[in-house]
């Protein structure tokens, strides 16, 4: 079974950093195209960001354009999610997902088959 194992979140003040990694286990990494959701408290489950198998492709929600990059280290078999200029609204607990094989990176949370089991990301006013 394919494991997603993700770290790196805290609680961090506004306009701060933090880098979140993702480990996965299980599978041909470079086979599966990678994404980043996020879900805060009372809210549904958003798309944050996801790249290719390559990771010559990326693609990110509105919201985090320009503050958040996405990759991937199809060695150690790692994909990060750096995020930069922190706000209040990026609190949220983060997963990453994969999609099936050979799939292409989507933005549908529907799309992703395998899922972590999260870190929280607190980010303070």
């Known amino acids: 079974q394919v494991q997603l194992v993700e770290s790196g979140g805290g609680l961090v003040q506004a306009g701060g950093s933090l880098r979140l990694s993702c480990a996965a286990s299980?599978?041909?990494?470079?086979?599966?195209?990678m994404g980043w959701f996020r879900q805060a408290p009372g809210k549904e489950r958003e798309f944050v960001a996801s790249?290719?198998?390559?990771?010559?492709?990326?693609y990110y929600a509105d919201s985090v354009k320009g503050r958040f990059t996405i990759s991937r280290d199809n060695v150690k078999n790692t994909v990060y999610l750096q995020m930069n200029s922190l706000k209040p609204e990026d609190t949220a607990v983060y997963y990453c997902a994969a999609p099936p094989r050979y799939s292409d990176p989507g933005i549908q949370g529907m799309g992703y088959t395998y899922w972590g089991q999260g870190t929280q990301v607190t980010v303070s006013s």
């Open positions: 299980r599978l041909t990494f470079s086979t599966y195209a």
């Open positions: 790249i290719s198998r390559s990771g010559g492709s990326t």
